[in-house]
Structure formats: C-alpha cells, structure tokens
C-alpha cells in the first residue's frame, strides 16, 4: 500500500494515525503483498473452484403456512373492537 493511499483511507475513516502508526500499517499491508504475490506463484489450473469452503447447510425449518391464532383469541386483550378489528382512540381529528 501506498502512503497516500493510506492517507485518503485516514481521510475517509476520519482517523488521526501518527507517523509510527502509519509505519506499523505500512509495514503490514507490504507483508500482505508478499503473502498475496507468494500464492499467485502456485498453479492452480487443476484445481475446481469452489463458492465455500465449507459445506453450506440449511437447518432452519420447513416454511409452513399455519393459522396459529383465531382473531377473537387474538381480539381478548383489546379494551374494545368493532366488526372484526381493534377499536382506538382517534389521535387526529
């Protein structure tokens, strides 16, 4: 990484780095790039690619629909209702 690049990533962040701090990112973003050149030198041409690394499972439920609740059970804790719904105070007239 380049230091203005860090400068306008600073910017963004609103960061205030010193200029030790500002080393310490440097030094390790350069080891980063050492790291990332070392793994393009392997040949990967006969390896599949793949999406994950591990197996992706679902193990949510089965998406049933379900009437759990009647609307008069539901309708038992409103202090009144009218034809079906809950019945509230007008807040504008």
Not at 27 to 32: K, L, P, T
């Amino acid at each position: 990484m380049e230091k203005n690049t860090l400068k306008r990533l600073e910017k963004l962040n609103q960061l205030a780095l010193t200029d030790a701090e500002e080393a310490d990112f440097l030094a390790f973003f350069d080891e980063r790039e050492g790291e990332l050149s070392e793994l393009d030198r392997i040949d990967t041409a006969e390896v599949e690619r793949m999406v994950h690394v591990m197996p992706i499972l679902t193990v949510v439920r089965e998406d049933k629909a379900q009437k759990l609740f009647t609307r008069d059970e539901l309708q038992k804790g409103a202090p009144e209702t009218m034809d079906g719904y809950w019945q509230v105070p007008r807040l504008v007239e």
